[in-house]
């Protein structure tokens, strides 16, 4: 995973997020974990963030269109995806972003920017 730095879309997973979100592309099964998994890898918890700061409205990356976001905004998607945002950034048990993160001098900074509110 490449990341150059702490804010939701600034690796590469996020960045194909939007690629796929702007070309109409998009799988929304990709971004949330199956309900049978109890572990969230780091390429499907840094989908998982860009698409809560996606919903939230929280910094639109230019070129994105509420019409692109509709899929997104489902009461069921976003109840989903505010369980797996929890998820990730609960700890390194369940999430191996945290644990990436953890180990960094920029973990706290890179958990206050990936948390939204979508309640």
């Known amino acids: ?7 939701p879309f600034d690796n590469d ?6 690629e796929d979100l702007r070309d109409g592309d998009l ?4 971004i949330l ?7 969230i890898e ?8 860009a698409a809560a700061h996606l919903v939230a409205g929280s910094g ?3 070129g ?3 019409e692109q976001l509709a899929p997104l905004r489902t009461p069921e998607f ?4 505010r369980q797996s945002l929890d998820a990730v950034l609960l700890d390194s048990s369940v999430s191996e972003l945290h644990e990436l993160w953890s180990d960094s001098d920029q973990f706290d900074e890179w958990k206050a920017k990936s948390w939204v509110d979508l309640s």
Do not use: F, H, S
């Open 33 to 39: 974990p199956d309900p049978t998994e109890t572990y």
């Open 27 to 30: 799988d929304l099964d990709m």
């Open 78 to 81: 976003q109840e989903k995806l």
């Open 60 to 62: 639109r990356p230019e």
């Open 13 to 18: 997973d996020a960045a194909e997020l939007l």
């Open 42 to 49: 780091a390429d499907q918890g840094a989908m998982i963030i």
């Open 64 to 66: 994105v269109t509420d």
């Open 1 to 7: 995973m490449g990341t150059w730095n702490t804010g």
